[in-house]
């Protein structure tokens, strides 16, 4: 079972350039799930989607911010116009679920270290 | 509003020493759900346990186990006969049945360090 994949690792960067992630969930998982997390903390959800479509959009998530899974397969996590404290650690994750999903766990990516200079 | 307390911040233990995990939650929600995640020094969250909140039955997985209480709204997590690869930091998140995404809200976390 090839699990949650994560691309880049890292991503050094300097303020006010553009940086997209990507996510490829577990296969068969129609849920996935971007959370940030920075230094000493939890990690915070950004957003969600439910096969293509993106059903929930955290405060977090400023207009700068913008997330795609445009088949319902794999996701893109856009930052435009970075800045210093968007320096962090970007996780995806996924689940499967229908209407009775929300007993399954999710499965976390090794995450998108972003970096700003 | 869902909140998740971890008031240990870190933990240093010998190996073979029991160790316990605090936890408490808030939510308003009467159907939910509560988990243990590990990170491993690597970065990666790898899902450890889950329970419901109709289920307070506590149990044992291997050297895992965990004490959910409602009437405290605590959720406490214990590994028992540590080892140096326990070392990780471990967080607590609760997930609302009523919120449609299910998201995970966490807590800070706890690093625990196991030394040989």
């Known amino acids: 079972d090839t699990g949650v994949s994560q691309d880049p690792r890292h991503k050094i960067t300097k303020r006010g350039q553009n940086v997209t992630f990507r996510c490829d969930p577990i296969s068969e998982h129609n849920r996935l799930y971007w959370y940030r997390q920075t230094l000493g903390q939890g990690p915070e959800f950004l957003t969600y989607?439910?096969?293509?479509?993106?059903?929930?959009k955290s405060r977090l998530l400023s207009d700068r911010f913008s997330a795609e899974r445009p088949k319902g397969s794999f996701s893109t996590l856009e930052i435009q116009r970075t800045e210093q404290g968007d320096s962090a650690m970007y996780l995806c994750?996924?689940?499967?679920?229908?209407?009775?999903?929300?007993?399954?766990?999710?499965?976390f990516g090794d995450g998108t270290r972003l970096s700003i200079l | 509003a869902q909140k998740v307390t971890q008031a240990q911040t870190e933990i240093s233990v010998v190996e073979k020493e029991d160790v316990t995990l605090d936890c408490v939650y808030e939510t308003r929600d009467t159907t939910y759900y509560l988990f243990w995640y590990k990170q491993p020094p690597s970065g990666e969250l790898v899902f450890l346990i889950r329970r419901n909140s109709f289920d307070e039955q506590n149990e044992i997985s291997g050297r895992y186990s965990w004490n959910f209480q409602k009437s405290t709204s605590s959720f406490n997590f214990t590994i028992t006969a540590s080892q140096v690869v326990d070392s990780a930091v471990y967080f607590c998140?609760?997930?609302?049945?009523?919120?449609?995404?299910?998201?995970?809200?966490f807590g800070k976390g706890m690093k625990l360090t196991v030394n040989p």
């Open positions: 994750a996924s689940s499967s679920g229908g209407d009775r999903g929300f007993y399954q766990p999710q499965h």
């Open positions: 998140a609760l997930s609302e049945a009523g919120g449609g995404s299910e998201k995970l809200v």
């Open positions: 989607f439910q096969n293509e479509a993106q059903l929930e």
